[in-house]
């Protein structure tokens, strides 16, 4: 069983629409929880990241930690063709540990 | 700040060859990590420093080896290149572990 499965898409929507990207895990010791955007031919650039479980919101963005349930979301609501990347989740035990990355999951959002 | 650079940009090899992908922060970061990215396969990490001496394994780090002689500078060597290591590789830099800065990529394909 993989560490971190995410589903890889295609994910195609309109723009405007809110998007729902998801990640479940099997490390229950997992606390460090990481959304990355990357464009492509582009290297990931950080987009939230959350400790423990909770919610985090930033301007159109709200990433969403169930450590009992060992899922999380990424939600981008008002979406736009700028959005259009591929979504990384990612999580680690502790500072200093291993990044175990989602494989990614491909968006685009259609004009 | 330039961030975290990486030269070349792209390299094809043939069977055998070796060569050293280079990667540079100018963060004083103390933390650098080498991935791996090949298609729906997701980011795997290679090798990674948590200082100016001090390197260790991660996921798949078979075929590959690291220094880290500076904070600034965290090259990847391939000694004897296969290919198996045709993949996209991407360093990362980051100052507590958690939030990691990515480069450009190298795109490797080896023939």
């Known amino acids: 069983q993989k560490e971190v499965e995410q589903d890889p898409g295609p994910l195609s929507v309109p723009e405007g629409a809110i998007v729902s990207l998801n990640c479940t895990y099997s490390?229950?010791?997992?606390?460090?929880f990481m959304w990355y955007r990357q464009y492509s031919r582009k290297g990931p650039e950080l987009l939230m990241y959350?400790?423990?479980?909770g919610n985090k919101e930033d301007g159109r963005f709200t990433a969403q930690v169930d450590k009992s349930s060992k899922y999380i979301s990424l939600f981008i609501r008002d979406s736009q063709p700028s959005d259009s990347a591929t979504y990384l989740c990612?999580?680690?035990?502790?500072?200093?540990?291993?990044?175990?990355f989602g494989t990614g999951t491909s968006l685009t959002v259609i004009p | 700040n330039a961030g975290v650079t990486q030269t070349p940009k792209f390299r094809i090899l043939k069977i055998g060859q070796s060569m050293t992908l280079q990667c540079t922060q100018d963060?004083?970061?103390?933390?650098m990590y080498w991935y791996r990215q090949d298609p729906g396969m997701g980011l795997k990490l290679i090798y990674y420093?948590?200082?100016?001496?001090?390197?260790d394994k991660g996921e798949v780090p078979n075929g590959y080896n690291v220094s880290r002689s500076t904070t600034e500078d965290f090259p990847l060597r391939l000694e004897l290149a296969a290919p198996s290591q045709t993949s996209v590789y991407f360093c990362?830099?980051?100052?507590?572990?958690?939030?990691?800065?990515f480069g450009p990529g190298t795109r490797l394909t080896v023939l």
């Open positions: 990362a830099s980051s100052r507590d572990s958690n939030e990691q800065f």
């Open positions: 490390n229950s010791a997992f606390q460090y």
């Open positions: 959350t400790y423990s479980s």
């Open positions: 990612a999580m680690s035990e502790s500072a200093g540990n291993q990044f175990y």
């Open positions: 963060m004083n970061h103390n933390y």
């Open positions: 420093s948590v200082g100016a001496g001090i390197t």
